[in-house]
């Protein structure tokens, strides 16, 4: 299903930024969405998910206390907001929606669209 990252730039160490994901033409009520992140000559990494209830689970430890996700159905977005940036944190950050958190991580999609990329440095 076709979504759009945004939100991405260049932060200094410590800094903060608000990742969106918006779903076009489609409602994201109805769906889990799954944040993922790929940083340069790393695998792409799982980080968070938000259940359709608003409810939502951390699959890095490395983002615990530092990443939440929310959503606004009305909008068809998911926000993830980061704070507490590192260097590691830089990286090509992706959305995708599923029927139930972790379906992604069984089974993940073939076409992970553009994301947006987050490079934290001073």
């Known amino acids: 299903l076709p979504l759009v990252e945004s939100g991405g730039g260049l932060v200094q160490p410590g800094g903060s930024l608000r990742l969106s994901c918006t779903a076009s033409?489609?409602?994201?009520?109805?769906?889990?969405v799954s944040w993922y992140r790929q940083g340069p000559g790393k695998e792409r990494e799982a980080l968070l998910c938000i259940h359709v209830n608003g409810a939502s689970t951390i699959y890095a430890d490395s983002v615990t206390g530092r990443f939440t996700v929310s959503r606004d159905n009305a909008k068809s977005t998911v926000f993830l907001q980061m704070n507490s940036l590192k260097a590691e944190d830089t990286a090509t950050y992706y959305c995708v929606t599923e029927f139930l958190c972790g379906n992604s991580l069984i089974d993940p999609p073939d076409d992970w669209g553009q994301g947006t990329q987050v490079t934290v440095a001073s």
């Open positions: 033409g489609f409602s994201l009520d109805s769906y889990a």
